[in-house]
């Protein structure tokens, strides 16, 4: 076998493995974790995750993934813990301790401490005869058979099932407290994400020029227009009101269909009569979906039925949306 497939077949039989194990983890879910997920519900203070080791990589993960989905939650090192941070576990909070053999020395000096504050203990353990295990007030079971290490020692797929049981918890709280896109939105207002959940068109279209002519305005006036605004194209409205679109290619077609005069022509002669459009008020990602969809770069905006502005690929593109 050669180095390719070599690193090919420890790949697959890794992932296997690990899938294996993750799998098996959905028989575990019990009463136990449905408990353990309504005292976070219902508990009036933060949720604390701590751990050793690898164990605290993956708490500090599920931190962030409950602090972005509507539960506060701090990280506390389990080392830290016992030389100070203790003063992080506030009366209410709830304390979730992670460690797969629930054994380890620093787990077995914290968590008599962590009970002695009165705090509701939930252990993330593969061995529920553990430490941890007997001593915890709800116990999450992230058993697992072996590591995906061929030695059994690195920590690997025992570190998936825990964070994979973190995940379970942080979705059902998710869930329980109807946490919305909108609520995604305010914990994530930056990067492409965050503007996907909430920048609007008219967020967009009011920071752009307007460009607008009537129907009857002459050529000059609407290539005047275009250029002075910038955008390449032109709104033509009747009394507030999208009758229709002149865009450059417009005005291509007229020069090569009109090969004597333009004198006379007006901006109903080579307009596209009702044109694509969309709500100032709808979210910018429907805007680019209609654009992708109908394979143009430019929408109109309209509110109450009113010409409002225009929104380019462009624009989006500048955003990160696209």
Known sequence: MNTQDTIISYA????????????????????????AVESILHSKGRVIITGIGKSAIIASKIVATMNSTGTPAVFMHAADAIH?????????????????SGNTPEIK???????????????????????????????????VEKEACPNNLAPTTSTTAQLVMGDAVAVCLLYLQGFSSRDFAKYHPGGALGKKLYLRVS????????????????????????TEK???ATAVTENGTIVGIITDGDLRRMLTTNTSSFEG?????????NPKRINNEAMAVDALEQLEGNSITQLLAEENGKYAGF????????????
């Open 12 to 35: 697959k039989k890794t992932i296997a493995e690990e899938a294996r194990a993750i799998a098996h983890l959905e028989e575990l879910i019990d009463e136990e974790f449905s408990n």
């Open 84 to 100: 100070g941070d203790l003063g992080n576990i506030l009366e209410d909070d709830v304390v979730i301790c992670i460690s797969k």
């Open 109 to 143: 000096v914290l968590v008599p401490l962590i009970k002695s504050f009165k705090n509701t203990l939930i252990g993330i353990t593969s061995n529920k005869k553990s430490f941890l295990g007997t001593e915890a007030d709800y116990v999450l079971h992230a058993f």
């Open 203 to 226: 967020d967009i279209t009011s920071r752009n020029e307007k460009p607008e002519v009537s129907p009857s305005s002459n050529i000059n006036e609407v290539i005047v227009e275009m």
């Open 230 to 232: 910038r955008l390449g």
């Open 265 to 273: 022509l007006t901006a109903k002669d080579i307009m596209s009569p």
């Open 311 to 322: 929104i380019h690929i462009h624009d989006l593109m500048r955003e990160g949306i696209l």
